[in-house]
């Protein structure tokens, strides 16, 4: 009988850097209550903050439940391009008032974009929808989380209409090419690296992490999508992070504390809270 071949451990960081899973959606069914544990193992690798985000109104609130009762954890609060036709122009209302009653919790506006892979609301309503968000976010005072698959094009022209944006943003789950991503860089967004980089055909995001500053980086799971190799195809989840910025330090020639140095101040500066030791 053939053994099994065992997973390789999670990098591991020295005790005095961290890391900041700057996405990850920690609400869903796919953790089946199992938020402590993920915690535990997540602090277990060195990640010391993870920021839940917002899809629809309801994932909007169980992020800022779950920041209230984790300190570790910060929330966002949008509707994904998937759900926009279900909603109405109160479902707005109430979400400015959701941030407003929970400034605190809250550290960003999004997810928001546009998705033409899977289409389940007409690309005409997710425009109007992703410029009437921007607006929202922009008047909130908040960074914008962005969303973009198979929609290149479109995006960077209402990200490009709708500048400039005075709290920046980043593009989340990096899929474009190096082009796309100098075009984020010139609207002072930062260009979000998953999972997916550490993939055999990554070979594109790999390149975007080469050529790009690290100042301009920051980490994601996107848990419980995208696991990072050796876990990909199981549940993602904030403890393995410490693989994607492995991939990272080998891409760039440097080491994972860097790595985790440069990221985590990125990603405090964007979204605006600090952690101290």
């Not at 609301?121 to 929808?129: C, E, G, K, L, N």
């Not at 050796?230 to 393995?240: H, L, M, S, T, V």
């Amino acid at each position: 009988m053939k053994k099994k071949k065992e997973k390789r451990p999670v990098p591991t960081l020295d005790k005095d850097f961290f890391l900041i899973d700057s996405h990850c959606h920690l609400d869903m069914s796919s953790y089946n209550k199992e938020i402590d544990s993920i915690l535990s193992r997540a602090k277990k690798h060195g990640i010391r903050s993870i920021i839940s985000i917002g899809v629809d109104e309801k994932s909007s609130r169980a992020a800022i439940e779950l920041a209230k009762q984790y300190a570790e954890i910060k929330a966002t609060v949008g509707i994904h391009p998937h759900d926009v036709e279900q909603v109405e122009d109160k479902t707005y209302t109430r979400l400015r008032d959701l941030i407003e009653a929970n400034r605190k919790y809250i550290v960003g506006y999004g997810e928001i974009g546009l998705d033409y892979a899977k289409q389940h609301s007409d690309p005409a309503v997710q425009r109007h929808a992703f410029r009437l968000q921007l607006e929202l976010a922009k008047e909130l005072k908040l960074p914008v989380v962005i969303h973009d698959r198979d929609a290149h094009e479109d995006t960077l022209e209402i990200l490009t209409q709708a500048a400039p944006f005075p709290n920046s943003g980043v593009m989340h789950c990096f899929s474009g090419d190096i082009f796309l991503a100098e075009k984020m860089l010139e609207l002072d967004f930062l260009v979000s690296i998953p999972g997916v980089v550490t993939f055999k055909n990554g070979k594109d995001l790999q390149e975007v992490v080469k050529q790009t500053s690290m100042d301009s980086l920051i980490l994601e799971t996107d848990g419980p999508f995208l696991a990072p190799v050796p876990w990909r195809g199981k549940r993602n989840e904030p403890g393995y992070l410490p693989y994607t910025a492995e991939k990272v330090a080998e891409l760039k020639n440097i080491s994972i504390e860097e790595v985790a140095e440069q990221t985590s101040k990125n990603a405090m500066k964007l979204f605006n809270f600090t952690i101290t030791n």
